[in-house]
């Protein structure tokens, strides 16, 4: 005779990007060690990846996180987590004081992590004639970004987010440019009109927490603003 299975209950979020509702279980302890296992090996690819098929399991595949903007899959993740194994997650953070080599702790409450910031306006003039169409950076386009350097992850992260470029005279689909094409674009702007461009991803809502811990050496107490996936994993 078979062992009894659980049903696990439902929960809903409203993602922060465009207000979609979403429908969640909580995982389940053999996805969990998956996410202890990615968490241990501290690389950033396989904590996004085990990140993503938990995405894709608890809501039973409605959901493809690579197609999620990168805050809507953080707060998702958040929210998953909070019903999961409770709403408080404990951090070890490094001292910041001199040459202090401690350490301290502090427990973040899942559930008051916000997300800070309006979505920005979409459209960015780089002169009084050429204007950009950009979309907020969506999962499946950070892959590889990490193995840039700093210039270049800009350079790559404006191309994968132009939705289209247009002028006084014509409208050019970023999906029927070639990449050779938008390389070149980007490439010719001047670096006040990439800093025009960059300013629509520095003003995108992100996730966000400050705490507060104790120095296990010197005793200080800081404070430190939490931010990003791997802050709150």
Known sequence: MALPIQTAPTYRCVLPSDGREIEFRPFLVKEQKVLILARESEDSKEILEAVKTLISN???GRVDANELPVIDMEYLFIKVRAVSVGEHSTVTLNCDTGDCKGT???VVNLDEVEV???LPNDTVMINDKVGVVLKLIQVKDIGGMDELDQGDQMVELVK???IRIFDEENVYEASETSDSDLNDFIENLSFGQLELLGGFFDSVPKLKKEIEFK???CESV???MLEGLQSFF
């Open 222 to 224: 800081q404070t430190r």
């Open 215 to 217: 120095c296990n050496l």
């Open 160 to 162: 994968r987010s132009i």
């Open 104 to 106: 301290g702790e502090a």
């Open 116 to 118: 800070e910031g309006d």
């Open 58 to 60: 608890v809501t039973d």
